[in-house]
C-alpha cells in the first residue's frame, strides 16, 4: 500500500535559517503529494501540492518538488520566521491502490526562535 | 472562507462510555471524512462518507465506530465503547470534487479516554 516517511522532529532553527524537511513516498502508479501545516490549536492547512512529476508546488515561501526518480517531496524555505513554528506533515493521494483518501507521514514539528 | 466545524474541542470520557464526536462540513461538499492521530504518530484515516454511505473504512474502523449524517449538516463519528487507546486527535474532514485538491480539514477533536 502507500506509505510516506518524514524526517523526525522537532527541528529547532533560529530566525531567517534555511529549512529542509525531507519527506519520501512509496505508492504505485503516480500520486499527488502535498504539504500540510498545523498551527498551535488549529487544523490541517493545505501548504502546497504537486500533481505530477518535475511540478514545485509553492507558497509563503516554501517550495517542495515532486521527484519521481527519487520518490521524494522535500519541503524547503530559504529563511524561515517565528511565524512558521508549528507540525509539516507530508501527504499523498494515490490514483491507484490509495482509494478515496490521504495518506499522511507523522509530522515534522518545526521550531523557529530569535 | 468556508469552514469545517468541530465540537467539543476536547472531551475526557471514561473507559467503556459511548462517545460522539461532531463535525459540520462545507455545506456544498459531498464527502466526508473521519482521520485520527494519536499522540506522536501518524494521521491516520478511519472513515470516508459519500452519498449517505460509507465508501470506504481502515481497519481501525471496527464495529465500535460508527458514523452518520443524521440532518444534512452534520457529520458524527460514534465510538460505543471507549478503550483508552481511542485516545487520540480526531480530525473530520470534507471534500467538494474529484482528486486529492479540496480537502478542508476541522481543527479536530482531542479525545482522552481515562
Known amino acids: 500500500g502507500n506509505s510516506v516517511t518524514q524526517m523526525e522532529g522537532p527541528v529547532t532553527l533560529s530566525e531567517e535559517a534555511f529549512l529542509t524537511i525531507n519527506c519520501t513516498y512509496t505508492a504505485t502508479g503516480y500520486p499527488s503529494l502535498f504539504w500540510y501545516v498545523q498551527y498551535p490549536g488549529e487544523g490541517l492547512q493545505l501548504l502546497l501540492k504537486a500533481t505530477k512529476a518535475d511540478d514545485k508546488g509553492s507558497n509563503k515561501g516554501f517550495e517542495a518538488t515532486y521527484r519521481k526518480e527519487t520518490t521524494s517531496f522535500h519541503l524547503e524555505k530559504g529563511s524561515v520566521q517565528v511565524s512558521d513554528s508549528a507540525v509539516y506533515f507530508c501527504a499523498l493521494w494515490g490514483v491507484t491502490g490509495g482509494g478515496n483518501k490521504l495518506t499522511f507521514g507523522t509530522g515534522t514539528q518545526l521550531k523557529v526562535e530569535l | ?114
Open chain 2, 1 to 114: 472562507e468556508p469552514e469545517v466545524t468541530q465540537t467539543p474541542s476536547h472531551q475526557v470520557t471514561q473507559m467503556g462510555q459511548e462517545v460522539i464526536l461532531r463535525c459540520v462540513p462545507i455545506s456544498n461538499h459531498l464527502y466526508f471524512y473521519w482521520y485520527r492521530q494519536i499522540l506522536g504518530q501518524k494521521v491516520e484515516f478511519l472513515v470516508s462518507f459519500y452519498n449517505n454511505e460509507i465508501s470506504e473504512k481502515s481497519e481501525i474502523f471496527d464495529d465500535q465506530f460508527s458514523v452518520e449524517r443524521p440532518d444534512g449538516s452534520n457529520f458524527t463519528l460514534k465510538i460505543r465503547s471507549t478503550k483508552l487507546e481511542d485516545s487520540a486527535m480526531y480530525f473530520c474532514a470534507s471534500r467538494g470534487g474529484t482528486g486529492g485538491y479540496g480537502y478542508t480539514f476541522g481543527s479536530g477533536t482531542r479525545l482522552t479516554v481515562v
